[in-house]
Protein backbone atom coordinates (compact mmCIF):
# COMPACT_ATOMS: atom_id res chain seq x y z
CA UNK A 1 0.00 0.00 0.00
CA UNK A 2 2.71 2.45 0.86
CA UNK A 3 3.47 2.58 -3.12
CA UNK A 4 0.25 3.97 -3.75
CA UNK A 5 1.97 7.00 -4.13
CA UNK A 6 -0.43 9.26 -5.19
CA UNK A 7 -2.91 7.87 -2.58
CA UNK A 8 -4.99 11.70 -1.03
CA UNK A 9 -6.89 9.71 1.26
CA UNK A 10 -7.12 5.95 3.22
CA UNK A 11 -9.95 5.34 5.21
CA UNK A 12 -10.73 1.57 6.35
CA UNK A 13 -12.84 2.49 9.24
CA UNK A 14 -15.47 0.45 11.08
CA UNK A 15 -14.25 -2.90 9.94
CA UNK A 16 -12.58 -5.96 12.08
CA UNK A 17 -8.74 -5.47 10.86
CA UNK A 18 -5.75 -6.42 13.49
CA UNK A 19 -2.38 -6.46 13.61
CA UNK A 20 0.63 -3.47 13.47
CA UNK A 21 0.05 -0.76 11.32
CA UNK A 22 3.14 -0.87 8.29
CA UNK A 23 5.66 1.66 9.26
CA UNK A 24 6.39 2.68 5.55
CA UNK A 25 3.46 5.02 5.11
CA UNK A 26 5.32 7.61 4.87
CA UNK A 27 6.24 6.95 1.28
CA UNK A 28 2.55 8.58 1.07
CA UNK A 29 3.70 12.20 0.62
CA UNK A 30 0.58 13.31 -0.57
CA UNK A 31 -1.72 11.37 1.92
CA UNK A 32 -4.56 14.11 3.44
CA UNK A 33 -6.58 11.31 5.30
CA UNK A 34 -5.32 8.39 7.33
CA UNK A 35 -8.79 7.35 8.83
CA UNK A 36 -8.73 3.66 10.67
CA UNK A 37 -11.30 4.06 13.24
CA UNK A 38 -13.05 1.38 14.99
CA UNK A 39 -10.81 -1.48 14.05
CA UNK A 40 -8.60 -4.18 16.03
CA UNK A 41 -5.28 -2.66 15.32
CA UNK A 42 -2.54 -2.52 17.75
CA UNK A 43 -2.41 -5.05 20.65
CA UNK A 44 -1.19 -2.97 23.66
CA UNK A 45 2.43 -2.91 23.58
CA UNK A 46 4.77 -0.32 23.70
CA UNK A 47 6.08 0.03 19.91
CA UNK A 48 2.37 0.07 18.51
CA UNK A 49 2.73 3.87 17.89
CA UNK A 50 5.71 3.91 16.20
CA UNK A 51 4.28 4.03 12.55
CA UNK A 52 3.53 7.91 13.53
CA UNK A 53 7.35 8.73 13.16
CA UNK A 54 6.83 7.93 9.60
CA UNK A 55 4.13 9.61 9.00
CA UNK A 56 6.16 12.94 9.74
CA UNK A 57 7.11 12.47 6.06
CA UNK A 58 2.95 13.14 5.19
CA UNK A 59 3.92 17.10 5.03
CA UNK A 60 0.02 17.27 3.42
CA UNK A 61 -1.45 15.35 6.20
CA UNK A 62 -4.92 16.88 7.84
CA UNK A 63 -6.57 14.51 9.36
CA UNK A 64 -5.02 11.24 11.89
CA UNK A 65 -7.96 9.46 13.01
CA UNK A 66 -7.21 6.24 15.54
CA UNK A 67 -9.64 6.13 17.95
CA UNK A 68 -11.33 2.80 18.87
CA UNK A 69 -8.54 0.43 18.62
CA UNK A 70 -6.06 -1.67 20.61
CA UNK A 71 -2.96 0.66 20.01
CA UNK A 72 -0.77 0.68 23.23
CA UNK A 73 2.13 2.25 24.75
CA UNK A 74 3.04 5.92 25.29
CA UNK A 75 2.35 8.74 23.41
CA UNK A 76 5.35 9.55 21.16
CA UNK A 77 6.96 13.08 20.83
CA UNK A 78 7.14 12.46 17.19
CA UNK A 79 3.33 13.61 17.46
CA UNK A 80 4.64 17.06 17.46
CA UNK A 81 6.52 16.32 13.99
CA UNK A 82 3.65 15.68 12.20
CA UNK A 83 2.39 18.34 9.34
CA UNK A 84 1.75 21.75 10.63
CA UNK A 85 -1.68 21.18 8.57
CA UNK A 86 -3.14 18.68 10.78
CA UNK A 87 -6.61 19.93 11.98
CA UNK A 88 -8.00 16.49 13.34
CA UNK A 89 -5.91 14.47 15.82
CA UNK A 90 -8.03 11.68 17.18
CA UNK A 91 -6.38 8.92 19.37
CA UNK A 92 -9.48 8.08 22.13
CA UNK A 93 -10.58 4.73 23.14
CA UNK A 94 -7.05 3.53 23.01
CA UNK A 95 -4.56 2.18 25.73
CA UNK A 96 -2.16 5.07 25.28
CA UNK A 97 0.20 5.70 28.31
CA UNK A 98 2.68 8.63 29.31
CA UNK A 99 2.41 12.31 28.84
CA UNK A 100 0.86 14.42 26.48
CA UNK A 101 4.39 15.86 25.23
CA UNK A 102 5.23 19.64 25.85
CA UNK A 103 5.79 19.97 21.77
CA UNK A 104 2.24 20.05 20.96
CA UNK A 105 2.03 23.47 20.42
CA UNK A 106 3.70 23.24 17.54
CA UNK A 107 0.41 21.80 15.66
CA UNK A 108 -1.20 25.51 15.33
CA UNK A 109 -3.23 24.36 12.98
CA UNK A 110 -4.95 22.29 14.73
CA UNK A 111 -9.11 22.48 14.94
CA UNK A 112 -9.35 18.94 17.08
CA UNK A 113 -7.25 17.21 19.68
CA UNK A 114 -9.17 14.34 21.17
CA UNK A 115 -6.86 11.84 23.16
CA UNK A 116 -9.80 11.01 25.59
CA UNK A 117 -10.48 7.33 27.26
CA UNK A 118 -6.80 6.11 27.81
CA UNK A 119 -4.64 5.96 30.53
CA UNK A 120 -2.81 9.21 29.89
CA UNK A 121 -0.96 10.74 32.63
CA UNK A 122 1.38 14.08 33.64
CA UNK A 123 -0.19 17.38 33.58
CA UNK A 124 -1.88 19.58 30.66
CA UNK A 125 1.24 21.43 28.83
CA UNK A 126 1.96 25.17 29.19
CA UNK A 127 1.85 25.02 25.46
CA UNK A 128 -1.75 24.08 24.69
CA UNK A 129 -2.44 27.63 24.75
CA UNK A 130 -0.31 28.09 21.57
CA UNK A 131 -3.23 26.02 19.62
CA UNK A 132 -4.86 29.71 18.62
CA UNK A 133 -7.22 27.85 16.42
CA UNK A 134 -8.52 24.68 18.53
CA UNK A 135 -12.32 24.34 19.10
CA UNK A 136 -12.84 20.77 20.59
CA UNK A 137 -10.44 19.67 23.24
CA UNK A 138 -11.33 16.08 24.93
CA UNK A 139 -9.14 14.44 27.58
CA UNK A 140 -11.87 13.07 29.51
CA UNK A 141 -10.93 9.93 31.24
CA UNK A 142 -7.25 9.33 31.98
CA UNK A 143 -5.22 9.64 34.81
CA UNK A 144 -3.85 13.69 33.72
CA UNK A 145 -3.25 15.81 37.20
CA UNK A 146 -1.88 19.27 37.95
CA UNK A 147 -3.87 22.16 37.21
CA UNK A 148 -5.79 23.59 34.31
CA UNK A 149 -2.85 25.79 32.67
CA UNK A 150 -4.06 29.74 32.52
CA UNK A 151 -2.78 29.55 28.96
CA UNK A 152 -5.91 27.55 28.27
CA UNK A 153 -7.64 31.33 27.66
CA UNK A 154 -5.58 31.85 24.66
CA UNK A 155 -7.67 29.97 23.10
CA UNK A 156 -10.48 32.21 22.55
CA UNK A 157 -11.82 30.14 19.58
CA UNK A 158 -12.87 26.57 22.15
CA UNK A 159 -16.03 25.57 21.52
CA UNK A 160 -15.79 22.34 23.16
CA UNK A 161 -13.61 21.13 26.52
CA UNK A 162 -14.05 17.72 28.14
CA UNK A 163 -11.51 16.99 30.93
CA UNK A 164 -14.02 15.08 32.93
CA UNK A 165 -12.40 12.04 35.20
CA UNK A 166 -9.03 12.80 35.61
CA UNK A 167 -7.15 14.46 38.71
CA UNK A 168 -6.58 17.67 38.06
CA UNK A 169 -6.57 19.97 40.99
CA UNK A 170 -6.56 23.38 42.15
CA UNK A 171 -9.41 26.23 40.62
CA UNK A 172 -10.18 26.35 37.34
CA UNK A 173 -7.93 29.79 35.97
CA UNK A 174 -10.17 33.45 35.90
CA UNK A 175 -8.76 33.19 32.18
CA UNK A 176 -10.72 30.64 31.02
CA UNK A 177 -13.77 33.51 30.86
CA UNK A 178 -11.86 34.33 27.47
CA UNK A 179 -13.40 31.81 25.67
CA UNK A 180 -16.42 33.51 24.83
CA UNK A 181 -17.18 30.81 22.21
CA UNK A 182 -17.93 28.13 24.73
CA UNK A 183 -20.79 25.81 24.37
CA UNK A 184 -19.52 22.89 26.62
CA UNK A 185 -17.54 22.96 29.96
CA UNK A 186 -16.97 19.48 31.74
CA UNK A 187 -14.57 19.53 34.52
CA UNK A 188 -16.53 16.69 36.17
CA UNK A 189 -14.67 14.36 38.18
CA UNK A 190 -11.84 15.77 39.23
CA UNK A 191 -10.21 17.23 42.38
CA UNK A 192 -10.26 21.31 41.41
CA UNK A 193 -10.59 23.07 44.51
CA UNK A 194 -11.87 26.90 45.35
CA UNK A 195 -14.86 28.59 44.87
CA UNK A 196 -16.54 28.61 41.30
CA UNK A 197 -15.38 31.91 39.30
CA UNK A 198 -18.34 34.47 38.21
CA UNK A 199 -15.71 34.75 34.86
CA UNK A 200 -16.45 31.36 34.88
CA UNK A 201 -20.17 30.42 35.49
CA UNK A 202 -20.68 33.50 33.47
CA UNK A 203 -19.69 32.83 29.95
CA UNK A 204 -22.61 33.39 28.10
CA UNK A 205 -22.29 31.40 25.26
CA UNK A 206 -22.65 28.47 27.31
CA UNK A 207 -25.37 26.21 25.48
CA UNK A 208 -24.78 22.81 25.76
CA UNK A 209 -24.07 22.36 29.33
CA UNK A 210 -22.03 22.93 32.14
CA UNK A 211 -20.40 19.89 34.08
CA UNK A 212 -18.61 20.94 37.39
CA UNK A 213 -19.65 17.59 39.57
CA UNK A 214 -17.87 15.23 41.82
CA UNK A 215 -15.55 18.54 42.55
CA UNK A 216 -14.34 20.08 45.85
CA UNK A 217 -15.99 23.43 45.17
CA UNK A 218 -16.73 25.79 48.08
CA UNK A 219 -18.80 29.08 48.58
CA UNK A 220 -21.75 30.13 46.86
CA UNK A 221 -23.21 29.27 43.34
CA UNK A 222 -22.72 33.00 41.76
CA UNK A 223 -25.44 34.85 41.00
CA UNK A 224 -23.48 35.31 37.52
CA UNK A 225 -25.33 31.84 36.59
CA UNK A 226 -28.02 33.61 35.56
CA UNK A 227 -26.22 34.86 32.66
CA UNK A 228 -26.78 31.78 31.23
CA UNK A 229 -29.66 31.95 29.42
CA UNK A 230 -29.23 29.30 26.80
CA UNK A 231 -27.94 26.75 28.81
CA UNK A 232 -29.51 23.52 28.70
CA UNK A 233 -27.56 21.32 31.27
CA UNK A 234 -26.19 23.03 34.50
CA UNK A 235 -24.59 20.00 36.89
CA UNK A 236 -22.89 20.95 39.80
CA UNK A 237 -23.34 17.90 42.45
CA UNK A 238 -21.37 16.61 44.97
CA UNK A 239 -19.48 19.73 45.97
CA UNK A 240 -19.47 21.94 49.07
CA UNK A 241 -21.31 24.98 48.05
CA UNK A 242 -23.20 26.54 50.92
CA UNK A 243 -25.71 29.86 50.71
CA UNK A 244 -28.70 30.18 48.98
CA UNK A 245 -29.60 28.92 45.49
CA UNK A 246 -29.37 32.10 43.47
CA UNK A 247 -32.75 32.92 42.16
CA UNK A 248 -31.16 34.03 38.93
CA UNK A 249 -31.40 30.98 38.45
CA UNK A 250 -34.52 31.31 36.94
CA UNK A 251 -33.07 33.48 33.95
CA UNK A 252 -32.02 30.29 32.51
CA UNK A 253 -35.14 29.32 30.82
CA UNK A 254 -33.65 27.11 28.49
CA UNK A 255 -32.56 24.83 31.06
CA UNK A 256 -33.50 21.15 30.43
CA UNK A 257 -31.47 19.25 33.32
CA UNK A 258 -30.73 20.86 36.84
CA UNK A 259 -28.57 19.07 39.39
CA UNK A 260 -27.50 20.60 42.67
CA UNK A 261 -27.68 17.73 44.86
CA UNK A 262 -24.94 16.86 47.40
CA UNK A 263 -23.85 20.23 48.54
CA UNK A 264 -24.97 22.42 51.70
CA UNK A 265 -27.23 24.85 50.07
CA UNK A 266 -30.16 26.10 52.24
CA UNK A 267 -33.13 28.28 52.51
CA UNK A 268 -36.06 28.03 50.36
CA UNK A 269 -36.81 26.77 46.91
CA UNK A 270 -36.24 30.32 45.06
CA UNK A 271 -39.93 31.19 43.32
CA UNK A 272 -38.00 32.25 40.34
CA UNK A 273 -37.79 28.86 39.13
CA UNK A 274 -41.30 29.18 38.04
CA UNK A 275 -39.65 30.56 34.84
CA UNK A 276 -37.87 27.52 33.92
CA UNK A 277 -40.56 26.58 31.39
CA UNK A 278 -38.41 24.13 29.38
CA UNK A 279 -37.24 21.61 32.49
CA UNK A 280 -37.77 18.17 32.39
CA UNK A 281 -34.96 16.75 35.55
CA UNK A 282 -34.44 18.78 38.95
CA UNK A 283 -32.16 16.84 41.70
CA UNK A 284 -31.88 19.22 44.48
CA UNK A 285 -31.69 16.27 46.96
CA UNK A 286 -28.86 15.97 49.96
CA UNK A 287 -28.64 19.51 50.95
CA UNK A 288 -29.87 21.58 53.80
CA UNK A 289 -33.07 23.27 52.06
CA UNK A 290 -35.90 24.25 54.03
CA UNK A 291 -39.41 25.66 53.83
CA UNK A 292 -42.57 24.06 52.19
CA UNK A 293 -41.77 22.84 48.75
CA UNK A 294 -43.84 25.36 46.29
CA UNK A 295 -46.49 23.68 44.29
CA UNK A 296 -45.40 25.38 41.12
CA UNK A 297 -43.03 22.75 40.49
CA UNK A 298 -45.92 20.69 39.75
CA UNK A 299 -46.54 22.83 37.08
CA UNK A 300 -43.69 22.57 35.65
CA UNK A 301 -43.15 20.00 32.57
CA UNK A 302 -40.72 17.85 35.10
CA UNK A 303 -39.82 14.06 34.35
CA UNK A 304 -38.35 13.42 37.38
CA UNK A 305 -37.90 15.63 40.33
CA UNK A 306 -35.55 14.56 43.71
CA UNK A 307 -36.40 16.87 46.53
CA UNK A 308 -35.16 14.23 49.14
CA UNK A 309 -32.89 14.76 52.15
CA UNK A 310 -33.29 18.16 52.91
CA UNK A 311 -35.38 19.70 55.81
CA UNK A 312 -38.67 20.67 53.52
CA UNK A 313 -42.00 20.71 56.07
CA UNK A 314 -45.53 21.29 55.32
CA UNK A 315 -47.78 19.97 52.66
CA UNK A 316 -46.80 17.95 49.36
CA UNK A 317 -48.79 19.14 46.46
CA UNK A 318 -50.49 16.86 44.31
CA UNK A 319 -50.38 18.00 40.76
CA UNK A 320 -47.88 17.46 37.60
CA UNK A 321 -44.97 15.33 38.38
CA UNK A 322 -46.04 14.79 42.41
CA UNK A 323 -48.83 12.60 41.20
CA UNK A 324 -46.40 9.92 39.94
CA UNK A 325 -44.76 8.20 42.87
CA UNK A 326 -41.70 6.64 40.53
CA UNK A 327 -41.05 10.47 39.48
CA UNK A 328 -40.07 12.51 41.94
CA UNK A 329 -38.54 11.77 46.23
CA UNK A 330 -38.83 13.30 49.12
CA UNK A 331 -37.50 10.71 51.68
CA UNK A 332 -34.79 10.93 54.27
CA UNK A 333 -34.69 14.07 56.57
CA UNK A 334 -38.15 15.53 55.22
CA UNK A 335 -39.53 14.64 58.55
CA UNK A 336 -42.36 16.91 58.55
CA UNK A 337 -43.86 16.70 55.62
CA UNK A 338 -47.45 15.43 55.07
CA UNK A 339 -49.96 14.92 52.62
CA UNK A 340 -49.66 14.19 49.12
CA UNK A 341 -50.53 11.29 47.16
CA UNK A 342 -51.01 8.46 49.00
CA UNK A 343 -48.17 5.97 48.23
CA UNK A 344 -46.28 8.17 50.39
CA UNK A 345 -47.64 7.06 53.36
CA UNK A 346 -47.37 10.52 55.15
CA UNK A 347 -49.63 11.73 57.83
CA UNK A 348 -52.42 13.56 57.24
CA UNK A 349 -51.81 17.53 57.55
CA UNK A 350 -53.47 19.55 59.95
CA UNK A 351 -56.73 21.23 59.84
CA UNK A 352 -56.17 24.89 58.93
CA UNK A 353 -58.66 27.50 60.68
CA UNK A 354 -58.17 31.14 59.61
CA UNK A 355 -56.06 33.30 61.64
CA UNK A 356 -58.06 35.56 64.28
CA UNK A 357 -56.91 38.98 63.59
CA UNK A 358 -55.20 40.08 66.12
CA UNK A 359 -56.07 43.76 65.67
CA UNK A 360 -59.30 44.01 64.51
CA UNK A 361 -59.50 47.73 63.81
CA UNK A 362 -57.20 50.22 61.91
CA UNK A 363 -54.43 51.83 63.93
CA UNK A 364 -56.40 55.18 63.59
CA UNK A 365 -59.00 54.13 65.43
CA UNK A 366 -56.89 52.95 68.59
CA UNK A 367 -57.15 56.23 69.80
CA UNK A 368 -60.73 56.73 69.54
CA UNK A 369 -61.57 53.43 71.43
CA UNK A 370 -59.27 54.32 74.55
CA UNK A 371 -61.84 58.10 74.75
CA UNK A 372 -65.05 56.94 73.81
CA UNK A 373 -65.56 55.18 76.98
CA UNK A 374 -64.09 57.76 78.72
CA UNK A 375 -66.79 59.68 77.33
CA UNK A 376 -69.11 57.77 77.52
CA UNK A 377 -68.44 57.52 81.65
CA UNK A 378 -68.68 60.99 81.68
CA UNK A 379 -71.47 61.32 80.14
CA UNK A 380 -73.54 58.91 82.50
CA UNK A 381 -72.17 60.63 85.42
CA UNK A 382 -73.85 63.45 84.09
CA UNK A 383 -76.86 62.31 83.28
CA UNK A 384 -77.00 60.86 86.67
CA UNK A 385 -76.19 63.62 88.50
CA UNK A 386 -78.40 65.64 86.30
CA UNK A 387 -81.69 62.81 87.30
CA UNK A 388 -80.52 63.59 90.79
CA UNK A 389 -80.08 67.09 90.75
CA UNK A 390 -84.44 67.03 89.31
CA UNK A 391 -85.59 64.96 92.12
CA UNK A 392 -83.92 67.84 94.33
CA UNK A 393 -85.98 70.24 92.81
CA UNK A 394 -89.04 67.98 92.84
CA UNK A 395 -88.59 67.05 96.28
CA UNK A 396 -88.44 70.96 96.66
CA UNK A 397 -91.32 71.51 95.15
CA UNK A 398 -93.15 68.73 96.86
CA UNK A 399 -91.91 70.03 100.42
CA UNK A 400 -93.62 73.92 99.69
CA UNK A 401 -96.55 72.39 98.53
CA UNK A 402 -97.35 69.96 101.85
CA UNK A 403 -96.23 73.17 103.42
CA UNK A 404 -99.29 75.50 101.94
CA UNK A 405 -101.76 72.50 102.58
CA UNK A 406 -100.65 72.26 106.17
CA UNK A 407 -99.67 68.64 105.46
CA UNK A 408 -99.62 66.32 109.08
CA UNK A 409 -96.34 65.92 110.51
CA UNK A 410 -95.61 62.20 109.26
CA UNK A 411 -95.99 63.27 105.94
CA UNK A 412 -93.09 66.23 106.78
CA UNK A 413 -91.24 63.32 108.35
CA UNK A 414 -91.22 60.98 105.05
CA UNK A 415 -90.41 64.30 102.71
CA UNK A 416 -87.77 64.73 105.05
CA UNK A 417 -85.87 61.73 105.13
CA UNK A 418 -86.49 61.22 101.23
CA UNK A 419 -84.33 64.53 100.71
CA UNK A 420 -81.72 63.73 103.07
CA UNK A 421 -81.46 60.60 101.58
CA UNK A 422 -81.05 62.20 97.71
CA UNK A 423 -78.76 64.86 99.52
CA UNK A 424 -76.68 62.14 100.39
CA UNK A 425 -76.67 60.42 97.19
CA UNK A 426 -75.98 63.37 95.54
CA UNK A 427 -72.76 63.90 97.90
CA UNK A 428 -71.06 60.27 96.93
CA UNK A 429 -71.82 61.00 93.58
CA UNK A 430 -70.38 63.80 93.29
CA UNK A 431 -66.79 63.22 95.22
CA UNK A 432 -63.61 63.94 93.81
CA UNK A 433 -62.26 61.06 93.41
CA UNK A 434 -63.43 58.84 90.81
CA UNK A 435 -63.55 55.52 92.78
CA UNK A 436 -64.84 57.35 95.41
CA UNK A 437 -68.00 57.70 93.51
CA UNK A 438 -70.84 55.12 93.24
CA UNK A 439 -70.96 53.49 89.83
CA UNK A 440 -74.31 54.43 87.79
CA UNK A 441 -76.19 51.36 88.28
CA UNK A 442 -76.06 51.72 92.04
CA UNK A 443 -77.35 55.09 91.85
CA UNK A 444 -80.30 53.95 89.77
CA UNK A 445 -80.94 51.03 92.35
CA UNK A 446 -80.78 53.53 95.33
CA UNK A 447 -83.12 56.38 93.92
CA UNK A 448 -85.70 53.52 93.23
CA UNK A 449 -85.10 52.56 96.72
CA UNK A 450 -86.01 56.13 97.59
CA UNK A 451 -88.95 56.92 95.35
CA UNK A 452 -90.36 53.36 96.87
CA UNK A 453 -89.78 54.46 100.41
CA UNK A 454 -91.50 57.56 99.72
CA UNK A 455 -94.69 56.23 98.26
CA UNK A 456 -95.11 53.85 101.07
Same mark, same amino acid.
Given at each position: ????????????????????????????????????????????? @??????????????????????????????????? *??????????????? =???????????????????????????? =????????????????????????? !??????????????????? %?????????????????????????????????????????? %????????????????????????????????????????????????????????????????????? =????????????????????????????????????????????? *??????????????????????????????????????????? @?????? !???????????????????????????????????????????????????????????? %????????????????????????
Amino acid at each position: MANASGLLILDISWNDFRGPIPTNLGNLHDLKYLVLNGNQFGSNK @PNDLSFIGSLTNCTNLRKLMLTKNQFGGVMPGSIA *NLSSKLETLWLGWNK =ISGSIPQEIGKLNNLYVLAINDNTISGS =IPESIGKLFKLQQLWIVANNISGKI !PPSIGNITGLSSVGAAENM %LEGSIPAELGNCTNLQLLDLGSNRLTGVILEQVIGISSLSIG %LYLDLNEFTGPLPSQVGNLKNLGALSIPGNKLSGEIPSALGSCQVLEYLDLHGNFFEGAIPSSLDQLKG =IQELDLSQNNLSGQIPEFLGKLPLMRLNLSHNMFEGEVPKVGVFN *NISAFSVVGKNMKLCGGIQPLHLPACPIKFPKKNKRPFPDKMI @PLLIIL !PIVLLQAMFFLTMTFVHMLVILASQEMEALNENRCGEGDFAKLKSCLESILQLGVICSAE %LPHERMDSENVVKELHRITKAYNE
